[in-house]
């Protein structure tokens, strides 16, 4: 899922858009999913989220399903414990005929894409560089980084070791596919480390000070269009309160 997020955010549309820009569109869609009534206010903003990601930025309709899939799961399996009751009788429908459920569900939805909206669309270092705006440490702000970059060191370790053992026949049948994957997972980590240890041993020999500068390609915030996001958010929210 990262990968997917990084990839779409680096080769996107928007990539040359604002951070700033951005952040008040997905971070004001995420107010209204939380503030406005699930119906019609969820609905609204979660059909604003996906018509600017998939007509607005151009994101491939697929990897887009795929990122809300993952945590619209989560969702489901907890709203799943909200549309039954457990009583003597057994497990049945409950009481509200599970609208409480698909409340829940069409809220989280919404608020789940407006912030997969932000992160498809803005790369980590725009992120962690706007934050640094804002008054966030820098130790912080650098161990963000080097987390996000790390988990690209992961994947790259994971995928050479599982190519390596697919040459070897190490997926053919079920029990060697469990015992490549213990063997996968128990060479991950040291291997991952040795990466980290040379990464840090390359930016000592840099002059690595704490600090990761790195160019923005984005354009600067402009002004009206931030007053036709917020022109269009209130509008949003408008339309929903007049429709309740």
Do not use: C, Y
């Not at 994101?59 to 799961?73: H, K």
């Amino acid at each position: 899922m990262s990968l997917t997020i990084d990839r779409l955010s680096q080769a996107g549309r928007w990539r040359q858009r604002a951070p700033s820009e951005k952040a008040v569109l997905a971070l004001g869609l995420l107010a209204l999913a939380l503030v406005l009534p699930p119906w019609p206010g969820g609905a609204l903003v979660l059909g604003a989220a996906w018509g600017l990601a998939l007509g607005g930025a151009r994101l491939p309709p697929g990897d887009w399903l795929r990122l809300n899939l993952v945590p619209l799961g989560f969702v489901l399996t907890g709203a799943a414990t909200l549309a039954v009751d457990w009583d003597a009788q057994g497990l049945h429908l409950a009481a509200d005929q599970g609208r409480r459920a698909a409340e829940v569900v069409l809220r989280a939805s919404a608020a789940v894409s407006a912030l997969l909206l932000l992160a498809a669309t803005t790369p980590a270092p725009d992120l962690v560089r706007g934050l640094r705006r804002l008054g966030l440490p820098p130790e912080i702000a650098e161990i963000m980084l080097l987390t996000w970059h790390f988990l690209f060191l992961l994947q790259d370790q994971a995928t050479a070791i599982r190519t390596a053992q697919e040459a070897r026949l190490g997926w053919f049948g079920p029990r060697r596919q469990v015992r490549s994957l213990g063997l996968l997972i128990a060479q991950l980590l040291p291997r991952a480390m040795e990466r980290a240890r040379r990464l840090e041993v390359g930016l000592a020999a840099r002059g690595f000070d704490g600090s990761l500068p790195m160019i923005s390609t984005a354009n600067p915030a402009s002004v009206p269009v931030v007053a036709v996001i917020l022109g269009g958010e209130a509008l949003l929210a408008g339309v929903s309160l007049w429709l309740a």
